[in-house]
């Protein structure tokens, strides 16, 4: 199942990150297309592990949103496959509540993790900051060689040739 962003749904005019929606429930895929797509997001949804691989190898997503109950594979399963090949930055969204899901779902990769029912707002709130915190690592990465960057440790230059400051 292909779905993409509502026409017209740029928010300002552009695509504010691509989102795979992995999800074997078709409402919630059409709900999600639809919230976030008004919100400028594009979005793909698979409904199993095989179509989340194809869309993956087809063109990596900026964020995956994954349910844990999918038919064939779990996605906490899928969550691992996910982090052992790629950052791409993994919110779970299911109907599995309580520590004894939630603690191995962090631990197996997921960034953050969303109980179902969710609210909307919520779940946008979510995604706005797995994608901020993704875009601060990438320009910390990208950083040219050399830079000197500002560290909150002691007030003197450290080995690194970083100023620490307390």
């Known amino acids: 199942m292909v779905e993409e962003g509502l026409p017209g749904s740029e928010g300002h ?7 795979l929606v992995v999800d074997d429930d078709p409402r919630i895929c ?16 698979a409904l199993n592990g095989e179509e989340m691989r194809r869309h993956i190898a087809e063109k990596p997503p900026n964020l995956v949103i994954l349910d844990l109950i999918l038919p064939h594979e779990d996605g906490l399963t899928l969550a691992r496959e996910l982090r052992a090949q790629s950052d791409v930055p993994i919110i779970i969204l299911t109907a599995r509540t309580g520590a004894e899901y939630e603690v191995p779902g962090l631990e ?39 830079e000197q960057v500002r560290e909150d440790v002691g007030g003197e230059l450290g080995s690194s040739g970083r100023q620490h400051l307390v």
Do not use: C, M
């Open 13 to 19: 005019g552009h695509i504010v990150a691509d989102i």
């Open 30 to 45: 059409r709900s999600l297309v639809r919230y976030l797509g008004r919100e400028g997001y594009s979005v793909r949804t």
């Open 108 to 146: 197996g990769g997921a960034d953050d993790y969303i109980e179902k029912p969710f609210n909307e707002q919520i779940l946008l709130a979510h995604v706005h900051s797995v994608l901020r915190r993704t875009r601060q690592q990438e320009d910390v990465s990208q950083r040219p060689k050399g």
